[in-house]
């Protein structure tokens, strides 16, 4: 086998999970722009929204269980914003991200209350689960719809922030928050837009991601939710067009990392297994590292400078 | 001058509050069998004191040094692994590393042990938890070097990484040999058979040990907060341009608070090890990192009593008080449906929220026990005047 036909599942699989970890890595980054908070929460709704759609296929047809799902994740992303962040506008920064870590270990525990800890099987949803073949390796639809998905939800969204009423307004919350609300911008509805636009791509997300795994555990939100803020750091954070790049990059990087022993032995590189695929979270973090090393701000992200 | 003995006498009143409670966890070591129900008691002091000192070592470096880490879990399981796999008898360790052929194969209480007998065995233990918060803070030293450069939420965000990569470095089968892979560690020296012969009678030691070395560590750690250092790292939390204006070396401090810290969460990660008698690697997640966070915060971020007080009420509520909302009855109230497994730590994070929300300062603030009790009876003197 040549290597291109060894690589290219593992290849597909990154590109697919790089499209999910976006839509996740969206969330983080507009929040962070606009707020300064690094939301550990969001990996645990993007969980929670899983869950959702477990309970709901199997009470309801799937046509009525989707929607329900995304609309009450927002709901919650939404509730979330207002009990646990907005009490603390004017607290220091670090109040901020205790509270946020504080929800998360909340939500956490909830999953693990209502589920019992047990695996829960995320249901199939019958198109988007079928197998295909793509240039001679065998997927899912879901693998292949994914970034196309991701990239069409993406434009949307920068076209709103770009030319719509409420993107500028975003913008400007971003860019000072004092002045713009000065400027007679609702801070507090401008910030709720956020975390609804970013709740609501994170169930789109979790809609994708669990349809490729056996099931979900409380503890399912924590890394996928990581790894998408290492990506919207990665990109530069506060830039979506970052984030994206962001996501594909680590999900490419760490579905290479999981196959590089099957890979490396096809090529005769080497002998026998050397376990790469324990890597596949830490290869992320390592990534991680060497951009904030070389270049602190990330790929796209602007350069600041500190004042006194 | 007068000042200077009402501070060594306030010392001596601490120090002799610090020795009596001692002499208290020893005996109540002798006299709570394991099968009362009181026994309880001392499984929150074991862990208890763990995550007291893991919260207090964590203090230094968010409360005192203003360096948001999140890395504390990987520093725990490094300081656990070294404990661990510096103490299993030789004898145990083919059973231990069935899988592979270990690599290493000193045991410090055993070799010690047999030189000097029942005192080597004794050092021989010191000797691993020592080096099990060196060989962290040699590691932090390593992350330091590119990380401590980090603002806040990136230093966070890079520090919980270093630990999740720590913690896939040590799960590697490469490594099995001496990290025993993905297996957990076990058999080596614990705290269930801490004792001391004394020519007829055996002295318990099981909950004394671990509460003794976390005493003594975080005894250090509040000599070095009063120390100058600890007040260059204050100055460097309060603002870094104005320290380093004032002639302080902003790396060397940050570095050095950052070393110390995880030094003694290598050790709390060692007497962890010590108590719950196996070592993990699976165990030290960043959800590990966030509880400890939590602990601090509900203490209070800036005080040392604070962490303390917040890690022993975070276990006693987790382990013990709430324990009834997992099994039926809770308060004399019997409700199987709702209170089945899980709630307890629902009810425990809703009672978290609410702190982080409505009480932010925790329960000491950044102000310290001596300190707190101390205001306490003054204003009751001046209302008691009026």
């Known amino acids: ?308 | 001058m007068i000042d200077r003995k009402a501070q060594t006498r306030k010392n001596l009143i601490s120090l002799a509050a610090v020795l009596v409670f001692l002499a208290l966890v020893l005996v109540l070591d002798q006299t709570i069998k394991p099968t009362s129900k009181a026994y309880m008691l001392l499984t929150v002091l074991q862990k208890g004191s763990v995550y007291a000192l893991a919260a207090v070592s964590m203090n230094l470096l968010n409360g005192f040094t203003g360096l948001f880490s999140l890395g504390h879990a990987g520093f725990m399981l490094i300081g656990a692994y070294t404990y661990a796999i510096f103490t299993i008898p030789s004898d145990a360790r083919d059973t231990v590393y069935q899988y592979f052929d270990a690599a290493v194969r000193v045991s410090f209480p055993e070799t010690l042990g047999g030189a000097l007998g029942g005192f080597g065995t004794a050092l021989g233990v010191l000797l691993a938890v020592l080096l099990a918060g060196a060989v962290a803070a040699l590691f932090a030293y390593l992350i330091g070097l590119p990380v401590l450069r980090l603002k806040s939420d990136y230093l966070a965000i890079a520090t919980l990484g270093f630990a999740e990569i720590i913690r896939a470095i040590f799960q590697w089968k490469k490594l099995g040999p001496i990290t025993n892979g993905s297996n957990l560690l076990k058999n080596f020296a614990r705290c269930s058979t801490f004792k001391l012969k004394l020519g007829e009678t055996t002295v318990s030691l099981s909950t004394f040990v671990p509460v003794l070395i976390a005493t003594l560590c975080i005894a250090l750690i509040v000599l070095l907060v009063n120390s100058t250092y600890g007040r260059a790292f204050q100055a460097i939390r309060d603002d870094e341009v104005a320290a380093e204006a004032m002639g302080i070396n902003l790396a060397r401090h940050k570095m050095l608070s950052f070393c110390t810290s995880c030094f003694f969460a290598g050790v709390s990660g060692a007497t962890m090890a010590m108590v719950l008698s196996i070592a993990q690697a699976n165990n030290f997640k960043s959800a590990m990192t966030y509880e400890i966070l939590l602990m601090v915060v509900l203490g209070g971020i800036g005080s040392i009593s604070g962490s303390v007080i917040g890690a022993l009420l975070f276990i006693s509520a987790s382990e013990w008080w709430l324990r009834g909302l997992d099994s039926g009855t809770f308060l004399g109230i019997t409700a199987p449906t709702v209170f089945r497994n899980g709630f307890r730590l629902v009810v425990f994070s809703v009672i978290i929220m609410v702190v982080v929300l409505f009480f932010r300062k925790g329960i000491m603030g950044d102000r310290e026990l001596p300190e707190a009790l101390r205001k306490k009876t003054k204003r009751g003197e001046v209302s008691g005047n009026e």
């Open chain 1, 1 to 308: 086998m040549g290597l291109w036909n060894t690589v290219l599942p593992y290849l597909l699989s990154g590109i697919s999970v790089g499209g999910q970890y976006a839509l996740i890595a969206v969330g983080y980054t507009m929040v962070y722009g606009i707020l300064r908070l690094i939301n550990f929460a969001h990996g645990d709704v993007f969980m929670v929204a899983g869950l959702m759609m477990v309970y709901f296929a199997a009470a309801m047809p799937l046509y009525a269980a989707i929607p329900l799902m995304i609309a009450l994740t927002v709901l919650l992303g939404f509730t979330i914003e207002r009990v646990a962040y907005k009490p603390l506008r004017t607290a220091p920064r670090m109040s901020v991200m205790i509270s946020a870590i504080g929800v998360s270990y909340l939500l956490q525990n909830l999953a693990l209350y209502i589920t019992g800890g047990l695996n829960k099987n995320y249901p199939e949803i019958p198109w988007i689960s079928d197998k295909i073949t793509v240039f001679g390796a065998t997927t899912t639809r879901v693998t292949v719809i994914t970034p196309f998905l991701t990239v069409a939800l993406v434009f949307a969204l920068v076209f709103l922030i770009n030319h719509t009423k409420i993107g500028m307004a975003m913008r400007a919350v971003s860019k000072d928050f004092e002045t713009a609300e000065l400027m007679g911008i609702r801070i507090n509805s401008v910030i709720s837009v956020t975390f609804v636009i970013g709740t609501f791509l994170a169930a789109v997300g979790s809609l994708l991601f669990f349809s490729n795994y056996p099931g979900i555990v409380p503890t399912s939100g924590a890394m996928p939710g990581l790894k998408a803020f290492v990506a919207a750091v990665f990109g530069g954070i506060g830039s979506i067009p970052g984030a994206v790049v962001g996501a594909f990059i680590i999900g490419i990087s760490e579905s290479i990392i999981k196959g590089l022993d099957t890979i490396l032995i096809t090529q005769g590189l080497i002998a026998e297994q050397v376990d790469f695929s324990t890597f596949s979270d830490a290869v992320t973090f390592v990534l991680l590292i060497v951009i904030l090393v070389f270049k602190p701000t990330g790929l796209f992200g602007e350069k600041t400078t500190d004042k006194v």
